[in-house]
């Protein structure tokens, strides 16, 4: 097995759950939980494929997937935030809706491909470099734009004042609502911006990685991003982290499976989403593990002015 190839596929299979990750990252650090990410991603993913499909640009379906994504993140706003409906149950059920849309949506295009467009070809100096050449340079420019969002994030939580007020309404809503800061109108925009990214997520898989769809393509990567946030503690960093690992374990396991050497069945693999839904819940029922793993205090809870 080439080990340049192995670390270059890892990277790409950690893209979409990269963006995915970033994008609920900044819908809970607002204090929201979003179960609906599995069924936004398909909305980004659909979108993506049917508008570049139907424009022949990649560039304007990755926006108008990021458009799609930040609308239907915009309905669960108006569920979670102004309506105040518990929020696992509505985000199971944008997931389920998410999925349903997308299914309709891209009945007419099953089998249907676009272009396959390689990454733009390195210098020849760069691409040459020993390991580095093939597993970084050799990436399409959405691999960069992922973890140069990341850096952003980083840089945006915690070197920023827009960060701190961010961080605080994910802990405290109360104390920003009582500076004059609106905390309604603050969710909606961070729950709309991390909808963009999430179905950016979706939407890489359907344009770039495979470019074809086909129906539940995401596979459960939404859960997978789920979970990786909650154990990285709403870090972004340990988010790059986790997405990589998970990125290096898939692509391992298509090699391995190729070669007759898989060393994990492939049905527990396929069971990994369903799990981890099941412990995000357990983690968000229990305020002790909740703490233990530094969950923002208002995390899941809809915030009323008149009960402050």
Partial sequence: MNIELLFAAAIVSATPILFAALGQLLTERAGVLNLGIEGTMLVGAVCGFVMTFALGSTAMGLVGAAICGGLFSAAFAFCVVTLRLDQVVTGLAFSILGSGLSAFVGQAYVGK???????????????????????IFNQDAMVFLAFAIAGLITFYLYKTRPGLILRTLGESPETLDSLGITVVGLRYAYIIAGGALIALGGAYLSVINTPTWVENMTAGRGWIALAIVIFASW??????????????????????????????????????????????????????????????????????????
């Fill in 113 to 135: 491909a676009l272009p396959m467009r390689g990454p733009a070809d390195a210098p020849s100096t760069i691409a040459g470099i020993p390991g580095l050449g093939v597993i």
């Fill in 235 to 308: 870090r972004p960093g340990w988010v790059v982290f986790g997405a990589l690992l998970f990125g290096l374990v898939d692509a391992y396991r298509f090699r391995a499976q190729a070669s007759g050497q898989a060393f994990i069945d492939p049905h527990f693999l396929n069971m990994l989403p369903y799990l981890t839904t099941l412990i995000v819940l357990i983690v968000m029922s229990r305020p002790g593990l909740r703490a233990r793993l530094r969950a923002p205090a208002a995390l899941g809870i809809p915030y009323d002015r008149e009960k402050r």
